[in-house]
């Protein structure tokens, strides 16, 4: 990704595209950061307190138990746009290109957070009671870590009752590809003061299938 955003210079040897990308990271990190862990714990809290129907998944194991998930996912992406909406054009506290202006940082932030929880719940995967679910004697585990970090360790890692790591996984991927979508379509109309048919057929069909996943959540 840091090479993607170095990209805009041409014709330069690959040590300056590094040097460029890491300029560009450091100069957009301070805005990134917490744009996007705001956005992060603005999910997270919706996702709990927000209504929604209270689905049972499947059966689990010999128990039999069925965990419960709160459905509130489309609720979750229309009050996200319109809070990116208010934020940006009714209240100005940021511009609607926030991502585009900054996406070295953002691209940063989002690789580093990622790479980070991954770790973390394979950690916490082993430590878990859930880890012998997999069937993976220990002896494995240590000698096969791609393995298990594919397959993952915990079969529902959960922070509580009412919040599923693996369920509110999708969401901030998905409701943010919108946010950069509609970045990139301000910008485009800020810089050449419209949006191209390609833009608009692009926004409306990634759109579609956003809407489209939450509302069959």
Not at 45 to 65: I, N, T
Not at 83 to 109: E, M, Q, R
Not at 171 to 197: C, E, K
Request: glycine share 6%.
């Amino acid at each position: 990704p840091l090479l993607i955003v170095a990209r805009e210079r041409e014709h330069c040897p690959q040590m300056e595209y590094l040097s460029y990308a890491a300029q560009r990271v450091a100069a957009t990190l301070p805005v990134a950061l917490p744009a996007y862990a705001t956005f992060w714990l603005f999910l997270a809290f919706g996702s709990v307190y927000l209504p929604g129907k209270v689905h049972q998944g499947v059966q689990l194991g010999s128990s039999k138990k069925r965990l419960n998930y709160k459905c509130n996912g489309f609720l979750l992406l229309v009050t996200s746009v319109v809070a990116f909406f208010v934020g940006s054009v009714g209240l100005g506290l940021f511009p609607v290109t926030i991502v585009y202006d900054n996406i070295a940082g953002f691209l940063f932030t989002v690789q580093v957070w990622t790479l980070l929880h991954t770790a973390h719940l394979y950690l916490r995967g082993r430590d878990s009671k859930e880890a012998a679910d997999l069937g993976i004697p220990d002896r494995e585990k240590d000698l096969d870590i791609f393995r298990t970090l594919w397959f993952g360790v915990e079969v529902n890692p959960r922070l509580s009752e009412k919040f599923d790591w693996k369920f509110f996984a999708y969401r901030p991927a998905m409701i943010f590809w919108l946010i950069v979508n509609f970045s990139i379509a301000g910008a485009q109309y800020r810089d050449a003061g419209h949006l191209t048919w390609n833009m608009m057929v692009y926004q409306f069909t990634t759109g579609w299938y956003v809407v489209d996943y939450f509302w069959h959540e």
